[in-house]
């Protein structure tokens, strides 16, 4: 299947290319007009929603799916990325196992570089927002 999810639940795409080793770490975060972070539901179910959906075990009190109803949009996205140094992440591959991996990587919070970059979406419609 092109670009979407097969029977097994695993998504498969034809259309990717490799951008970054080492990553991990990436969060994408939305807020409003007045740089608030959208964490919670607002607005109702006819006219512009915003409903950013649950959190994590690991972090409840991150959003893990916005949904954007009718004319609302984030006015800013902030991305972050959590990159490993290279020497680090080829000693990570070499492990052998799940747990031994996740140790190392505890151990490595030195080597790891973090970036975020917030994006303001300029068409925003500002009366979606109350």
Request: hydrophobic share 35%.
């Given at each position: 299947?092109?670009?979407?999810?097969?029977?097994?639940?695993?998504?498969?795409?034809?259309?990717?290319?490799?951008?970054?080793?080492?990553?991990?770490?990436?969060r994408v975060?939305?807020?409003?007009?007045?740089?608030?972070?959208?964490?919670?539901?607002?607005?109702?179910?006819?006219?512009?929603?915003?409903?950013?959906?649950?959190?994590?075990?690991?972090?409840?009190?991150?959003?893990?799916?916005?949904?954007?109803?009718?004319?609302?949009?984030p006015a800013?996205?902030?991305?972050?990325?959590?990159?490993?140094?290279?020497?680090?992440?080829?000693?990570?591959?070499?492990?052998?196992?799940?747990?031994?991996?996740?140790?190392?990587?505890?151990?490595?919070?030195?080597?790891v570089h973090?970036?975020?970059?917030?994006?303001?979406?300029?068409?925003?419609?500002?009366?979606?927002?109350?």
């Amino acid at each position: 299947m092109y670009g979407g999810f097969n029977n097994s639940r695993t998504y498969v795409s034809n259309n990717i290319s490799k951008v970054l080793d080492g990553i991990i770490h990436f969060r994408v975060r939305v807020y409003n007009p007045t740089n608030g972070w959208i964490s919670s539901w607002y607005g109702g179910y006819d006219t512009n929603t915003i409903y950013p959906f649950g959190g994590t075990l690991a972090q409840p009190t991150e959003v893990n799916t916005y949904f954007f109803f009718s004319n609302s949009v984030p006015a800013f996205v902030e991305l972050e990325l959590g990159v490993v140094e290279p020497q680090i992440y080829e000693r990570y591959k070499s492990l052998p196992t799940d747990q031994v991996r996740t140790n190392y990587l505890k151990e490595q919070v030195a080597h790891v570089h973090l970036f975020r970059q917030r994006i303001p979406i300029r068409n925003l419609d500002r009366t979606a927002y109350p």
